[in-house]
């Protein structure tokens, strides 16, 4: 466990095969942490390329911070990492929030990132009559929610309690609700852009987010779209699938 400051926040990061070539950096989706690849893709990765996994703010072991959750400022501190880790021949994996993060890099950052693999990055243009708390609060606890139903996974009562505490604390003490609000109509920036990079997208067949990679597939123009069995944590549900299609396209 090793840590960088990122905009004047303590970042848990880990590296893997630093003396590889060429560089993955996996972001991981909201209310999780770095664990959604290091215990199941990373290794593999790692045979062949450096891969950096990091926290989030607020995050696993990363420091808590009052703002700065809109997609413009996660993109930035991911380039500050970046820049201090010294990042070369930089491709990216991002699920779900991390995957929204990702592709706001890909338009207002390009020749940073080469190849791009998006895992259910979900489409943020709903609730649109909603005050930012309450979409704040939809998606925050349909992340929760999608965790445990869709994956038939039964998540104790410590992890229910952490989730608990990350959504109210993420509500109630930071700008998330309002950051997240500014990117309702991300999707029509992504129509209207010219995303040039190898970008795979993979999404569960049960997922409510299956639309977006619908419509992802239409925007990106080089893009590869393959359907899994699963639903929006189809990293948790099929890990040696997504690992499969990840080795496939950047080996």
């Known amino acids: ?55 989030f703010k607020s995050h696993g072991m990363s420091e808590f911070a009052k703002s700065g959750y809109d997609f413009r400022s996660m993109a930035e501190e991911m380039l500050e990492l970046i820049e201090k880790l010294h990042l070369k021949k930089l491709h990216t994996t991002g699920y779900s929030y991390g995957g929204l993060v990702t592709l706001y890099t890909l338009i207002h950052y390009p020749g940073i990132i080469n190849k791009a693999a998006i895992i259910e990055a979900p489409n943020p243009n709903m609730g649109e009559h909603m005050t930012p708390q309450q979409y704040g609060r939809d998606l925050i606890l349909q992340e929760a929610e999608t965790y445990s139903d869709s994956t038939q996974i039964k998540v104790s009562n410590r992890k229910l309690d952490k989730l608990n505490a990350l959504t109210e604390l993420l509500l109630s003490k930071s700008t998330f609700a309002d950051d997240i609000c500014l990117f309702r109509n991300f999707f029509e920036e992504i129509q209207e852009s010219d995303i040039p990079n190898e970008t795979l997208l993979l999404y569960g067949n049960q997922s409510v987010c299956i639309d977006a990679g619908y419509l992802l597939h239409q925007y990106i123009k080089n893009s590869q779209l393959f359907i899994g069995e699963g639903n929006h944590n189809i990293p948790v549900q099929s890990p040696k699938w997504i690992t499969e299609k990840l080795s496939d396209f950047f080996f």
């Open 1 to 55: 466990m090793s840590f960088i400051k990122i905009n004047g926040t303590n970042i848990n990061y880990l590296e893997l095969n630093p003396e590889a070539d060429e560089t993955i950096l996996m972001l991981h989706g909201m209310l999780s942490n770095m664990a959604v690849f290091y215990l199941s893709n990373a290794s593999k990765l790692a045979e062949k390329f450096h891969v950096v996994l990091y926290d």
